[in-house]
C-alpha cells in the first residue's frame, strides 16, 4: 500500500524520493536538487496579507545549498509584519522540507520551501500566523485526545472576454461542463498543478455564478480539497490561490476570490470543513448519526461564531455576501443539509449500501464501502479570510466546545433544519442571533471575546489589536445602506478588494 501511495503520488519529489514528503530531510532536499539539476531554490512565507513572499536562491555550489538548508536565511520583520518594530525587526525564515514542491511556473528548474519565522534567540516567533494554529493544534490535542482535521472550498471567479459561442445561464452554472463553461481547462491545469505541488484534492467543478457584464463574461468555479491536518489544510489552499492567480496572468484573465463580485449575483465563499479524529479514525459520526463530540465542536464553533467573522470575514465586500436569501448564512444556527445554516452537515455516508451494485450489475461479491467520511461544515468565511487565524480561531472554538458540560443542549437549541427565512418560520428565526453586519462590528465581537483567543498564550494580544484595527479602519458600520442603489460606488468598492488576500 505505501508504494502505491509513493507511485500515484503527482508531487516529483515523493516520487523521485520514494518516500511520503512528511519523512522528507535535509539530504533528501540536497540529493533532489543534484539529480534534478534544480538551478535555483526559492523560500515562501506568508506575510501579513496572506499572501506567498518569495526570497530568490541560485544554486552555485553544495556549501552554499547546505548552508541554505541547514540555518535558513535572515528577514525584514517589519516588512511583513505590521506590529513588528522597525528597530528589532531581523527574523530567520527556516525552510520546512516537508513542503518542498517543484515550481510549476519558472523558467529554470526551481525548488519551493516553505518557511517558519524565528526569532534572533532561535525561539519560533510567537505572532507568526503559522505559529499561532500549530499551537492551537497542539493545545486541541492535549486537552481532548483527538485530532482536528479540516479542509475549504476554494471559490473564485474567472473573469474573461466573453466569445459568445456557447452561452451560458445566467447563475445556472453549477456543474456546467465544455462547450457551456469557457475556463473549465483553466481550472483542470490549476489542479494539476496544485497536486503537484502536494495539495490534497477532493474534485472540482463550475459553480453557480455566471453572467455577463457588457464584452466580458464572469464565471464561478471551485476547487474543494480533502481533510488534513489544520497547517496542511491552510497552505494548499495559499499554494492554490497562487497557483490559480498565475494561470490567470498566463491565459490573460482576472482571478477572483472577492466574496461579492456584483450585486444579485453569487457570492464566493471558502467554507471550511471540519472533522474530529482519534486514533486516526473519524468519529464524527457512526450509524445512528452525528456521535455527541460532532454536536459538541459544532456548538463550540457557534458560541463563537460571531468573533470567528473577524479571521474569516475581513473586508467590507465579505458583508454584501452575509445577506438572506442568497445561500449564505446571516443566523447562527446548524443544520443537516440546510444551506442557509452557519454550520451544515452535508450528507455523509453513514449506511453501508448496494447503490454501486444495483448502478453496475455486473459486479460480484463484496464491493468495499467506505465509510467515515462525515464532516461538517462551517459556511461563513470567504476568499478574504486570513487562513491561520480562523483556523485556530475554529479548533480553539471546537476545543471549547469539547470541553463544555452543556455544550449539547445548546447545539439542540440550535438546531434548525428548515428555511429560516420563510414566513412560516419567523418564530424561530425571532430566537436566533444575528452575525455581525460590518467588518466594524466583527472588530467590536473579537474585543468582546478577545480574552477566550488569547488564553493559553495562543493568539498575541497584539495581534488582536492588529485585526481590530484594521477592521475598525473600514468605518463600514452603515455600508449597506450607503451602498443601497448605487451600483457605480458598489462596483467601486468591488474593485477596491478584487484581490483580497
Known amino acids: 500500500m505505501r508504494e502505491l501511495e509513493i507511485l500515484m503520488n503527482p508531487n516529483q519529489l515523493v516520487q523521485h524520493l520514494k518516500k511520503p514528503a512528511d519523512e522528507f530531510t535535509r539530504y533528501d532536499i540536497i540529493k533532489f536538487i543534484d539529480d534534478k539539476k534544480i538551478e535555483m531554490l526559492n523560500f515562501r512565507y506568508v506575510g501579513e496579507d496572506g499572501k506567498l513572499k518569495t526570497l530568490n536562491f541560485v544554486i552555485t555550489g553544495k ?18 509584519f505590521s506590529y513588528i518594530e522597525a528597530g528589532s525587526s531581523d527574523l530567520y525564515v527556516i525552510p520546512r522540507f516537508s513542503t518542498a514542491f517543484v515550481n510549476p511556473f519558472a523558467e529554470k528548474p526551481t525548488l519551493d520551501i516553505l518557511c517558519s519565522f524565528y526569532t534572533k534567540d532561535g525561539q519560533a516567533l ?78 472540482g467543478h463550475s459553480e453557480v455564478g455566471n453572467f455577463k457584464d457588457g464584452s ?61 479524529d482519534k486514533d486516526d479514525v473519524n468519529i464524527m459520526a457512526n450509524e445512528n448519526g452525528l456521535t455527541e ?34 445561500e449564505a448564512p446571516t443566523m447562527v444556527c446548524w443544520g443537516d443539509s440546510n444551506r442557509s445554516a452557519l454550520v451544515r452537515v452535508p450528507l455523509g455516508w453513514l449506511k453501508k449500501t448496494e447503490m454501486i451494485k444495483d448502478a453496475n450489475p455486473q459486479e460480484r461479491g463484496v464491493v468495499p464501502y467506505v465509510t467515515g467520511k462525515q464532516t461538517a461544515e462551517f459556511r461563513v468565511p470567504d476568499g478574504s479570510a486570513d487562513l491561520y487565524h480562523l483556523l485556530a480561531g475554529l479548533i480553539l472554538a471546537a476545543m471549547e466546545g469539547i470541553l463544555n458540560p452543556d455544550a449539547i443542549k445548546k447545539a439542540e437549541e440550535l438546531y434548525v433544519n428548515v428555511n429560516i427565512f420563510n414566513d412560516k418560520q419567523k ?34 494580544s497584539g495581534t488582536i489589536n492588529t485585526f481590530i484595527k484594521k477592521l475598525k479602519s473600514y468605518n463600514d458600520e452603515r455600508l449597506s445602506e450607503e451602498l443601497f442603489g448605487k451600483n457605480d460606488k458598489i462596483k467601486d468598492l468591488v474593485d477596491k478588494y478584487i484581490h483580497c488576500m
Not at 463530540?293 to 475581513?314: D, E, H, M, P, Y
Request: glycine share 8%.
Open 63 to 80: 556549501n552554499y545549498l547546505e548552508s541554505i538548508l541547514a540555518t535558513g536565511e535572515r528577514v525584514d520583520g517589519s516588512s511583513l
Open 293 to 326: 463530540v460532532a454536536k459538541k465542536v459544532i456548538s463550540g464553533i457557534l458560541g463563537r461564531a460571531q468573533s470567528l467573522t473577524a479571521f474569516g470575514n475581513t473586508i467590507p465586500t465579505s458583508y454584501l455576501r452575509l445577506v438572506p436569501h442568497q
Open 126 to 203: 510567537e505572532s507568526a500566523p503559522e505559529y499561532i494554529l500549530k499551537k492551537a493544534h497542539k493545545l486541541f490535542l492535549e486537552k481532548t485526545g483527538y485530532t482536528f482535521k479540516a479542509m475549504g472550498e476554494l471559490e473564485y471567479y474567472v473573469i474573461g472576454k466573453d466569445d459568445d459561442l456557447y452561452p451560458g445561464e445566467d447563475q445556472k452554472g453549477y456543474h456546467s461542463s465544455l462547450p457551456f463553461t469557457n475556463y473549465e481547462q483553466l481550472r483542470l491545469e490549476a489542479m494539476h498543478l496544485i497536486a503537484q505541488c502536494g495539495g490534497k484534492i477532493k474534485y
Open 216 to 276: 466580458f463574461i464572469y464565471e464561478q468555479h471551485e476547487i474543494e480539497f480533502m481533510p488534513v491536518d489544520p497547517e496542511n489544510a491552510v497552505e494548499q489552499l495559499i499554494i492554490a490561490k497562487w497557483i490559480l492567480r498565475m494561470l490567470g496572468k498566463k491565459y490573460g484573465v482576472v482571478i477572483s476570490f472577492a466574496p461579492k463580485i456584483t450585486v444579485g449575483k453569487a457570492g464566493s465563499g471558502m467554507h471550511i470543513h471540519f472533522q474530529v
Open 427 to 460: 418564530h424561530i428565526l425571532e430566537k436566533l442571533v444575528a452575525l455581525p453586519a460590518s467588518c466594524s462590528k466583527s472588530a467590536d465581537y473579537l474585543e468582546i471575546e478577545r480574552k477566550f483567543y488569547e488564553s493559553d498564550g495562543i493568539f498575541p
